[in-house]
């Protein structure tokens, strides 16, 4: 099943059940099974009363230190972004902690959709002192947060925690990102930081799990560590 899929384009209906049960000499049960596999991994998808068809290929992004923005140019698919939310609030006692700041301190809080051609990817949430980036509008969120934060407010990302786990998309998310409740996503919480160890900003962002793929380079404890940018 898998080699057939890899000669197949992305869009492409499968041959029917009963067929490829026969062209293979395998249980119908034994190609459903293989089927469900596939449907897993997002190679397949399912869609009820018209049979199963190939999945658009995985964005695979390595975690470095690279924009979302850049990391879909490299892939050569066109970024964008569209706004969700964007507001400013005072910081609760977590965000304090978490970017290192009083208890109160102005924040921005946005929320955007990440996209490649056109396609919604990941629902990215990001906090930052307005101390940090006066002035920051709406108008500058169109594309990478990190070229807006180094050209004007000369704010440079050196490294990034990252922590990463599998979850189930919320409503919310599930609007966003036109996708239905059972569809297994990957939830990101990062923390930047600047050459001199100052949190710049953190973020929460949630990437589709049949559509963004995760690599990291792995070295021994003396080895660098790698971060991740939204």
Same mark, same amino acid.
């Given at each position: ?81 569209? %706004? ?22 102005? %924040? ?67 609007? %966003? ?54």
């Amino acid at each position: 099943m898998r080699e057939l899929v890899a000669t197949l384009s992305t869009g492409q209906r499968l041959p029917s059940e009963r067929e490829l049960a026969v062209r293979w000499n395998v249980s119908r049960m034994t190609l459903r099974h293989a089927t469900d596999m596939l449907v897993a991994e997002g190679l397949l998808v399912r869609r009820q009363g018209t049979g199963t068809f190939v999945a658009g290929r995985p964005v695979i992004r390595a975690l470095g230190l690279t924009s979302f923005s850049q990391d879909m140019r490299s892939r050569g698919l066109r970024p964008g972004s569209l %706004l969700v939310s964007f507001r400013t609030l005072p910081a609760d006692t977590a965000l304090a902690g978490a970017l290192q700041v009083v208890l109160d301190e102005p %924040l921005f809080q946005f929320t955007r959709v990440r996209l490649g051609d056109g396609e919604p990817l990941a629902v990215e949430t990001t906090w930052l002192p307005v101390a940090s980036a006066p002035g920051l509008s709406e108008a500058d969120l169109s594309g990478s947060l990190y070229e807006v934060l180094a050209k004007r407010y000369g704010i440079i990302t050196t490294t990034a925690r990252i922590a990463i786990e599998p979850i189930l998309p919320d409503e919310r998310v599930q609007t %966003l990102l036109g996708i239905d409740g059972g569809q297994a996503c990957l939830r990101l919480r990062m923390v930047d930081s600047d050459a001199d160890g100052r949190v710049v900003m953190v973020a929460n962002c949630v990437y589709r799990g049949d559509k963004y793929h995760l690599l990291a380079d792995v070295a021994d404890a003396a080895g660098a560590t790698t971060g991740v940018r939204p």
